[in-house]
């Protein structure tokens, strides 16, 4: 295996993957589109909606308190992103030389990190931003 | 053995001109993993049914392919494939016609930086992976997300309202379990020391299942959200939204859709096995060397998907919002505790 920085062999294949991951449902799609009937009515293409006529437009506004998810979840997320390239560093030989508390700086910062994120989904759990509505 | 003098002038040129061979591992990987995990998916729902039958007390497919049923979803890839193909009034058409082709793409790139086993050629394990990369778990675990895209795609483009509302529900599942189980990727990825699936497989001299319980816990509770099997099936509950997200598709299209699922229980299952079961790693079989990590990744890998089908039958659905409580008030505190748990031992005993 090579050590350079950039190993863009590894990513080569992906696109081959990403091609083949397409071609399969188009092919079959393809394939659908000479062998089975096609004769579309008007009752047969609309949508079911509990047996009724529909009513209205099918694309309700969502509660806002929905949206609240998404904020957090982009916190945490990105918190999680931060951790990816910590796990490489946290064991190293020059973290082990600075100590604070008896640990190593690396594992005593992503502690605080950590903790400071708890604290705001621990507030944001009390504000009840995260209730399902 | 004679198959090693093979292999080493071969390794050594790929060491010389990696690109190349990475242009032809990915023509013939994709076409043979693309072949693999369709069959292997249908092996899956094939389990599916065969299990669920059992739990069930009745027989399963039993008509199509002998007593066993084995040719049971040909019939249905017939059935499906001569089903006339219709878009609902309203829908977003795009969107709609590639939501099933954005699950596929999904799968297969989730497959591409996969280990599927191993095989064990004169006392070297040689991976069964394509692309070998450096932050391969990490990858994987972003790439099983991209499927929610899918959902919503599908669910949104309808133009129906329990679709709607599937896709929305799927969304917030994904979110509330995304976290935890990133937290628990990085704490296998703590305790190994590096984020490669193989590497994460050779250094489990224990299993993390053992070394980490909590973190196998909430990864498998995560898993099972993210793949939307029952319990955590919310976004296509048939008893409360007729169908969720793929209540306007029909044919070979919700066949696309449904197989992708099964595809990416599958992939889930194997993840599962590498990062905390120990991937390929047994006591080598005697008379079986050089497949004898395959034996033991099959097995695993068996064991797990009947359990995922065990859950199904076994447990009742719950609610949406249990489900997003459980993983935010829940999980993911839990989940941190056990990173803390990972990152000690990881530093004073491993």
Same mark, same amino acid.
């Given at each position: ?10 990513y080569?294949?992906?696109?081959m993957?990403l091609?083949?991951g397409?071609i ?15 004769k ?16 209205r437009d099918?694309?309700?506004q ?14 945490f997320?990105?918190e ?18 600075v100590m604070?508390?008896?640990?190593n ?8 990190f950590?903790?400071? @994120?708890?604290?705001? @989904?621990?507030?944001a759990?009390k504000?009840?931003?995260?209730r399902?509505? | 053995?004679?198959?090693?003098a093979i292999?080493e ?6 060491? +010389? ?7 032809i591992?990915? $023509? ?8 693999v ?7 899956v ?5 065969k ?6 007390r009745r027989f ?6 002998s007593?066993?049923?084995? $040719?049971q ?6 059935k499906?494939?001569?089903?006339e ?5 309203g829908?977003?058409k +795009?969107v709609?016609?590639?939501?099933p082709?954005?699950a ?21 394990e ?5 692309a070998?990369?450096d ?5 994987? *675990?972003a790439?099983?997300s ?6 919503f ?6 133009n129906?309202k ?5 896709a ?6 994904m ?5 935890p ?5 990085i704490?296998v ?10 590497e ?18 909430i ?14 099936? +919310?976004?296509?509950?048939? *008893? *409360? ?11 070979i ?6 197989f992708? *699922? ?7 299952s ?13 006591p080598?079989?005697?008379? $079986? ?22 859950t ?7 609610r949406?919002? +249990?489900?997003?409580d ?21 530093l004073?005993?491993?």
């Open positions: 295996m090579t050590s350079e920085p950039l190993a863009v062999e590894y080569v294949p992906l696109i993957f091609i083949m397409a399969v449902p188009i092919a079959a799609l393809a394939a659908v589109k000479i062998i089975s009937p096609l579309p009515n008007r009752r047969k293409l609309s949508m079911y909606e509990g047996g009724l006529v529909p009513i099918a694309r309700i969502f509660n806002v308190q929905y949206y609240l998810f998404a904020i957090v979840f982009v916190i997320d990105v999680v992103l931060f951790l990816y390239p910590w796990v490489y560093i946290y064991a190293s030989e020059v973290m082990q030389r604070v508390f008896g640990m700086i690396a594992v005593f910062e992503m502690l605080m950590v903790a400071v @994120l708890l604290l705001g @989904l621990l507030y759990i504000k009840e931003a995260l399902w509505v | 053995m004679d198959l090693s292999i002038p071969v390794s050594s040129w790929i060491d +010389q001109e990696p690109l190349i061979f990475a242009l591992i990915g $023509l013939i990987g994709a076409a043979i993993i693309s072949g995990i369709n069959v292997g998916a249908m092996a729902v094939w389990m599916d049914r299990v669920m039958g059992d739990v069930q399963g497919p039993a008509r199509v392919g007593r066993w049923g084995l $040719l979803l040909g019939a249905d890839a017939i499906l494939f001569t089903k193909d219709s878009i609902p009034i829908a977003d +795009q709609y016609v590639w939501a082709i954005v596929s793409i999904t799968t297969m790139l989730v497959a591409a930086a996969l280990p599927f086993g191993a095989l064990n050629i004169g006392g070297k040689y991976p069964l992976v394509v070998n990369m932050i391969s778990a990490f990858y994987v *675990e790439a099983l991209v499927m929610t895209v899918a959902i795609m599908a669910g949104f483009s309808s129906n329990y679709s709607l509302l599937g929305f529900r799927g969304m917030a599942r979110i509330a379990y995304e976290v189980m990133g937290v628990c990727v704490a990825a703590v305790m190994a020391h590096s984020l490669n699936l193989v994460i497989v050779n250094s489990q001299s224990l299993w993390y299942a053992f070394a980490q319980p909590l973190g196998f816990l990864f498998t509770v995560a898993l099972m959200t993210d793949l939307g099997r029952v319990p955590f099936d +919310q976004s296509e509950a048939e *008893e *409360e939204i007729i169908a969720g997200y793929t209540t306007e598709y029909g044919g299209r919700w066949g696309l859709l449904y992708q *699922e099964y595809i990416n229980m599958l992939l889930g194997i993840l599962l096995v590498l990062l905390f079961l120990g991937g390929w790693n047994g080598n079989i005697p008379l $079986l060397p050089p497949i004898s990590p395959m034996i033991w990744f099959a097995l695993k890998l068996i064991i797990v998907l009947e359990f995922l089908i065990w199904r039958a076994s447990l009742v659905r719950f949406i919002d +249990q489900v997003t459980l993983g935010w008030k829940w999980m993911l505190p839990l989940s941190i505790v056990n990173l803390a748990w990972a990152a000690a031992v990881g004073y005993f491993a």
